[in-house]
T-cell receptor
Framework: DTGVSQDPRHKITKRGQNVTFRCDPI?????LYWYRQTLGQGPEFLTY????????KSRLLSDRFSAERPKGSFSTLEIQRTEQGDSAMYLC?????????????????FGPGTRLTVL | TQLLEQSPQFLSIQEGENLTVYCNSS?????LQWYRQEPGEGPVLLVT???GGEVKKLKRLTFQFGDARKDSSLHITAAQPGDTGLYLC??????????WGAGTKLIIKP
Protein backbone atom coordinates (compact mmCIF):
# COMPACT_ATOMS: atom_id res chain seq x y z
CA ASP A 1 0.00 0.00 0.00
CA THR A 2 1.45 3.34 -1.03
CA GLY A 3 -0.57 5.71 1.08
CA VAL A 4 -3.73 7.76 0.86
CA SER A 5 -4.88 8.53 -2.67
CA GLN A 6 -7.36 11.13 -3.89
CA ASP A 7 -9.11 11.58 -7.18
CA PRO A 8 -9.25 13.84 -9.07
CA ARG A 9 -6.19 15.95 -8.26
CA HIS A 10 -7.70 19.00 -9.89
CA LYS A 11 -11.27 19.97 -10.66
CA ILE A 12 -12.53 23.09 -12.39
CA THR A 13 -16.27 23.61 -12.41
CA LYS A 14 -18.81 26.32 -13.00
CA ARG A 15 -20.81 27.83 -10.18
CA GLY A 16 -23.96 25.83 -9.49
CA GLN A 17 -22.58 22.49 -10.64
CA ASN A 18 -22.18 19.46 -8.38
CA VAL A 19 -18.79 17.85 -7.80
CA THR A 20 -17.70 14.62 -6.15
CA PHE A 21 -14.28 13.71 -4.83
CA ARG A 22 -12.98 10.29 -3.87
CA CYS A 23 -10.50 9.26 -1.18
CA ASP A 24 -8.89 5.85 -0.78
CA PRO A 25 -7.31 5.56 2.67
CA ILE A 26 -4.39 3.41 3.78
CA UNK A 27 -5.64 -0.17 4.02
CA UNK A 28 -7.07 -1.10 7.41
CA UNK A 29 -7.03 2.47 8.71
CA UNK A 30 -10.37 2.72 10.44
CA UNK A 31 -10.58 6.51 10.66
CA LEU A 32 -10.96 8.78 7.64
CA TYR A 33 -11.02 12.57 7.75
CA TRP A 34 -11.94 15.31 5.29
CA TYR A 35 -10.42 18.78 5.53
CA ARG A 36 -10.55 21.96 3.49
CA GLN A 37 -7.52 24.20 3.14
CA THR A 38 -7.10 27.64 1.63
CA LEU A 39 -3.78 29.08 0.53
CA GLY A 40 -1.21 29.45 3.30
CA GLN A 41 -3.58 28.33 6.05
CA GLY A 42 -3.79 25.18 8.12
CA PRO A 43 -6.37 22.52 7.28
CA GLU A 44 -9.95 23.15 8.42
CA PHE A 45 -11.79 20.09 9.71
CA LEU A 46 -14.95 19.11 7.80
CA THR A 47 -15.96 15.63 8.95
CA TYR A 48 -14.66 12.22 9.92
CA UNK A 49 -15.65 8.55 9.81
CA UNK A 50 -14.81 5.66 12.04
CA UNK A 51 -15.25 2.65 9.82
CA UNK A 52 -18.51 3.39 7.96
CA UNK A 53 -20.02 5.63 10.63
CA UNK A 54 -19.84 9.40 10.22
CA UNK A 55 -19.16 10.52 13.78
CA UNK A 56 -18.74 14.26 13.51
CA LYS A 57 -19.43 17.11 11.12
CA SER A 58 -18.10 20.62 11.50
CA ARG A 59 -20.73 23.20 12.34
CA LEU A 60 -19.22 25.25 9.53
CA LEU A 61 -20.15 22.56 7.02
CA SER A 62 -22.94 23.72 4.76
CA ASP A 63 -25.88 21.44 3.93
CA ARG A 64 -24.55 21.44 0.38
CA PHE A 65 -21.71 19.19 1.54
CA SER A 66 -22.23 15.48 2.09
CA ALA A 67 -19.79 12.65 2.68
CA GLU A 68 -20.11 8.90 2.65
CA ARG A 69 -17.99 5.89 3.46
CA PRO A 70 -20.38 3.08 2.60
CA LYS A 71 -18.19 0.03 3.22
CA GLY A 72 -15.72 1.50 5.63
CA SER A 73 -13.05 1.71 2.95
CA PHE A 74 -13.06 4.53 0.38
CA SER A 75 -15.00 7.74 0.94
CA THR A 76 -16.65 10.34 -1.27
CA LEU A 77 -17.24 14.03 -0.62
CA GLU A 78 -19.95 15.71 -2.67
CA ILE A 79 -20.54 19.43 -2.97
CA GLN A 80 -23.86 20.44 -4.47
CA ARG A 81 -24.57 23.77 -6.17
CA THR A 82 -20.96 24.88 -5.88
CA GLU A 83 -20.15 28.49 -5.05
CA GLN A 84 -16.98 30.46 -5.71
CA GLY A 85 -16.25 30.37 -1.98
CA ASP A 86 -15.92 26.60 -2.20
CA SER A 87 -12.69 27.00 -4.15
CA ALA A 88 -9.99 25.37 -1.99
CA MET A 89 -7.83 22.30 -1.57
CA TYR A 90 -9.80 19.36 -0.20
CA LEU A 91 -7.67 16.98 1.81
CA CYS A 92 -8.34 13.47 3.00
CA UNK A 93 -6.45 11.74 5.79
CA UNK A 94 -6.62 8.33 7.41
CA UNK A 95 -5.41 7.03 10.73
CA UNK A 96 -5.17 3.76 12.64
CA UNK A 97 -7.04 3.41 15.89
CA UNK A 98 -6.27 -0.15 16.81
CA UNK A 99 -6.85 -0.77 20.48
CA UNK A 100 -3.34 -2.08 21.01
CA UNK A 101 -1.54 0.83 19.38
CA UNK A 102 0.17 3.25 21.71
CA UNK A 103 2.82 5.29 19.96
CA UNK A 104 1.43 6.83 16.80
CA UNK A 105 -2.13 5.87 17.62
CA UNK A 106 -4.41 8.20 15.72
CA UNK A 107 -1.61 9.81 13.69
CA UNK A 108 -3.12 11.11 10.47
CA UNK A 109 -1.61 10.48 7.05
CA PHE A 110 -2.72 12.75 4.25
CA GLY A 111 -3.43 12.28 0.60
CA PRO A 112 -2.22 14.70 -2.11
CA GLY A 113 -5.49 16.63 -2.08
CA THR A 114 -8.00 17.72 -4.70
CA ARG A 115 -7.73 21.33 -5.85
CA LEU A 116 -11.20 22.70 -6.62
CA THR A 117 -11.68 25.87 -8.63
CA VAL A 118 -15.21 27.21 -9.01
CA LEU A 119 -15.59 29.74 -11.82
CA THR B 1 -11.99 25.80 22.62
CA GLN B 2 -8.49 24.44 22.20
CA LEU B 3 -6.05 26.66 20.35
CA LEU B 4 -2.53 26.08 19.10
CA GLU B 5 -0.53 29.21 18.41
CA GLN B 6 2.25 28.79 15.89
CA SER B 7 5.01 31.33 15.35
CA PRO B 8 6.42 32.86 13.33
CA GLN B 9 3.84 32.84 10.55
CA PHE B 10 6.46 33.69 7.96
CA LEU B 11 10.24 33.32 7.93
CA SER B 12 12.70 34.07 5.14
CA ILE B 13 16.38 33.36 5.83
CA GLN B 14 19.62 32.65 4.02
CA GLU B 15 20.91 29.17 3.37
CA GLY B 16 23.08 27.96 6.25
CA GLU B 17 21.26 29.83 9.00
CA ASN B 18 19.45 28.17 11.91
CA LEU B 19 15.80 28.70 12.81
CA THR B 20 13.19 27.66 15.34
CA VAL B 21 9.42 27.40 14.95
CA TYR B 22 7.20 27.31 18.02
CA CYS B 23 3.77 25.91 18.80
CA ASN B 24 2.16 26.87 22.10
CA SER B 25 -1.12 26.07 23.78
CA SER B 26 -2.78 26.22 27.16
CA UNK B 27 -4.18 22.73 26.51
CA UNK B 28 -2.52 19.39 27.10
CA UNK B 29 -2.21 17.11 24.07
CA UNK B 30 -1.86 13.34 23.99
CA UNK B 31 0.62 13.75 21.15
CA LEU B 32 1.74 16.36 18.66
CA GLN B 33 2.52 16.01 14.99
CA TRP B 34 4.66 18.14 12.71
CA TYR B 35 3.93 18.20 9.00
CA ARG B 36 5.60 19.82 6.01
CA GLN B 37 3.56 20.83 2.99
CA GLU B 38 4.62 21.95 -0.47
CA PRO B 39 2.36 23.97 -2.80
CA GLY B 40 -0.35 21.84 -4.41
CA GLU B 41 0.36 18.81 -2.23
CA GLY B 42 -1.00 17.37 0.99
CA PRO B 43 0.83 17.66 4.33
CA VAL B 44 3.58 15.08 4.82
CA LEU B 45 4.15 13.79 8.34
CA LEU B 46 7.60 14.58 9.71
CA VAL B 47 7.32 13.35 13.28
CA THR B 48 4.96 12.43 16.12
CA UNK B 49 6.02 13.26 19.67
CA UNK B 50 4.18 11.59 22.51
CA UNK B 51 6.08 11.84 25.79
CA GLY B 52 6.58 15.10 27.71
CA GLY B 53 10.17 16.29 27.26
CA GLU B 54 10.70 14.05 24.26
CA VAL B 55 13.30 15.11 21.70
CA LYS B 56 13.39 13.60 18.22
CA LYS B 57 15.93 14.25 15.51
CA LEU B 58 15.41 13.90 11.78
CA LYS B 59 18.72 14.78 10.08
CA ARG B 60 19.03 18.56 10.56
CA LEU B 61 15.58 18.88 12.15
CA THR B 62 15.14 18.62 15.93
CA PHE B 63 11.67 18.36 17.45
CA GLN B 64 10.91 18.84 21.11
CA PHE B 65 7.72 18.24 23.08
CA GLY B 66 7.32 20.34 26.21
CA ASP B 67 7.43 18.65 29.61
CA ALA B 68 3.75 19.47 30.19
CA ARG B 69 2.78 18.38 26.63
CA LYS B 70 1.36 21.84 25.88
CA ASP B 71 4.02 23.15 23.53
CA SER B 72 6.54 22.03 20.94
CA SER B 73 9.36 23.40 18.86
CA LEU B 74 11.03 22.57 15.58
CA HIS B 75 14.66 23.61 15.14
CA ILE B 76 16.39 23.45 11.78
CA THR B 77 20.17 23.60 11.66
CA ALA B 78 21.99 24.92 8.61
CA ALA B 79 18.82 25.43 6.59
CA GLN B 80 18.89 24.51 2.91
CA PRO B 81 16.68 25.65 0.01
CA GLY B 82 15.07 22.19 0.02
CA ASP B 83 13.65 22.98 3.48
CA THR B 84 11.38 25.61 1.95
CA GLY B 85 7.72 24.89 2.60
CA LEU B 86 4.78 25.31 4.93
CA TYR B 87 5.39 23.75 8.34
CA LEU B 88 2.31 22.79 10.33
CA CYS B 89 2.01 21.61 13.91
CA UNK B 90 -1.07 19.75 15.11
CA UNK B 91 -1.91 18.63 18.63
CA UNK B 92 -4.05 15.57 19.19
CA UNK B 93 -6.94 15.84 21.64
CA UNK B 94 -8.52 13.07 23.69
CA UNK B 95 -10.77 12.08 20.76
CA UNK B 96 -7.82 11.76 18.37
CA UNK B 97 -8.87 14.95 16.60
CA UNK B 98 -6.13 17.34 15.49
CA UNK B 99 -5.95 20.93 16.66
CA TRP B 100 -3.97 22.82 14.02
CA GLY B 101 -1.54 25.69 14.19
CA ALA B 102 -1.84 28.34 11.48
CA GLY B 103 1.40 27.24 9.84
CA THR B 104 4.84 28.73 9.26
CA LYS B 105 5.77 29.60 5.71
CA LEU B 106 9.52 29.08 5.47
CA ILE B 107 11.65 30.33 2.58
CA ILE B 108 15.34 29.49 2.43
CA LYS B 109 17.25 31.66 -0.01
CA PRO B 110 20.31 30.23 -1.74
Amino acid sequence: DTGVSQDPRHKITKRGQNVTFRCDPISEHNRLYWYRQTLGQGPEFLTYFQNEAQLEKSRLLSDRFSAERPKGSFSTLEIQRTEQGDSAMYLCASSPLWPGAIRGKGTQYFGPGTRLTVL
Amino acid sequence: TQLLEQSPQFLSIQEGENLTVYCNSSSVFSSLQWYRQEPGEGPVLLVTVVTGGEVKKLKRLTFQFGDARKDSSLHITAAQPGDTGLYLCAGMDSNYQLIWGAGTKLIIKP
